[in-house]
């Protein structure tokens, strides 16, 4: 029994780092950008078409196909951040979301008229094969995943505590008067950050096709995975939002397991709830 509980676990921190990841991009523009990406989830599954696509086509793994997404997803952070969100930043926010939502609606509009309705996967050699390690199994893919989710998000980290552009960026997040006193661009800036938040979201759709299969409709629901992920954490804190994707994983691993597998969602945001309600800024944010 306590194997079983252990296997059960492991496999819940698999899942949520890649969940960890996933939510980072959308901790990262708004922590720094203050722009919430309602098409988050929208994002992420165009990015694991085009790996779906790049898999079939030319039979590569999902792990090679993930630096080509991230870059791709990266341009079109950019543009995006450039050429539309910059033109409605000054609005309330109330019109930031709207645009956002409409941004979603539109993507998902357009994932359907290009790729279908029908459920795209791909199939991996190692699919059905897993590591034994004492009185554990470790699902090869699910290891894989997890593993290149951690690769990600450690590059990311190192990225904004040493570089001088990842700490430019920083600086326009803590004070944006400052940023531009001191004579930063912050417009470039800003378009840099979305770049790298739709980046994560590249890499956590390429990752993301190891383990489910694509359709059209899978956005709604990561967009508000995502969500949860960061508030539990403590929005925007990168590294609340790796921990609030292995609470996620943890939750819905156990949930499935004592309760009923459709009850995972239900639990996780009963979770969220609960640590609002003793922790209101999230676990590891800060306080007001």
Known sequence: MPATYAN?????ALAGLIYGL????????????????????EMMVGAMFLTTLMVN?????????????????FVFGYLLQRFL?????????????????????????????????????????????SYEVGPLILDKTRVFAAAAALVVAGLLFAFFRWSATGKAIRACGDNHTGALVVGLDVRKLYALTFGIGAMCL????????????????L???YTLLAFVIVILGGLGSMAGAMLG????????????????????????????????????????????
Request: proline share 5%.
């Open 219 to 221: 956005g709604p629901q």
């Open 245 to 288: 994707g292995l609470v996620i994983g943890f939750s819905e691993a156990l949930a499935g397991v004592l309760f009923q597998p459709s009850l995972k969602s239900a639990f996780s945001f009963a979770l969220l709830i609960v640590i609002l309600l003793v922790r209101p800024q999230g676990l590891l944010g800060k306080r007001a």
């Open 85 to 129: 969100i910059e033109r409605v930043a000054h609005l309330p926010d109330h019109m930031q979301f709207l645009l956002m939502a409409a941004l979603a609606t539109t993507l998902t509009a357009a994932w359907l008229m290009i790729f279908g309705p029908e459920t795209r996967g791909v199939r991996l050699s190692y699919g059905y094969d």
């Open 22 to 41: 996933s939510a980072l991009g959308l901790s990262v523009i708004f922590g720094v950008v203050r722009i919430v990406n309602f098409a988050h989830g």
């Open 8 to 12: 059960i676990l492991i496999s819940g």
């Open 57 to 73: 086509a030319l039979g590569l793994d999902p792990l090679l196909c993930l630096p080509v997404v991230a870059a791709v997803l």
């Open 202 to 217: 590249g890499a956590a759709g390429a990752i993301m096709v190891m383990l489910i299969d694509t359709q059209p409709y």
